[in-house]
């Protein structure tokens, strides 16, 4: 298990892994708090950690079939992409993505970003973020 990162110091910890802000402070792995995930997206917040996002760029981690959409995901800090990559039980099944991307602005529609394709920096495969492949 890598570990927590900084920002996730003062999240609840479960089996070893930090229990990421958007599911709520009584919750678990598989679920999402619905008010964290919309001010996640409405104030630029990180799902993982809860902090605001740098101006530079954003990560959203989303399902391969979908990484040509240019929306996706509740956004992330790079570092706390690369600790859901590993740590998140629910990325561990299925074919993930990681679209690191500059410009986004909120969807307007439920949870998540779009950005324009002009602004993707990169897209990843979770197991090259995971063997630590990644530099962003």
């Known amino acids: 298990m890598p570990p927590i990162p900084a920002r996730m110091s003062d999240l609840p ?3 070893g892994r930090a229990l990421p802000w958007v599911a709520g402070e009584n919750g678990a792995f598989e679920t999402i ?5 919309f001010d996640s997206e409405k104030f630029g917040l990180c799902q993982a950690c809860g902090h605001p996002l740098d101006e530079g760029m954003a990560v959203a981690i989303k399902r391969a079939v979908t990484q040509d959409r240019n929306a996706g995901g509740l956004p992330l800090h790079p570092e706390c992409a690369k600790y859901a990559a590993a740590a998140c039980p629910h990325l561990q099944h299925g074919e993930w993505v990681a679209v690191a991307v500059r410009g986004w602005t909120p969807t307007g529609i439920g949870p998540g970003i779009d950005w324009r394709p002009g602004d993707v920096i990169s897209k990843t495969p979770l197991d090259q973020i995971r063997s630590g492949a990644v530099t962003w």
Do not use: F, I, S, Y
């Open 33 to 37: 708090n619905n008010k964290r995930a």
């Open 13 to 15: 910890v479960r089996a």
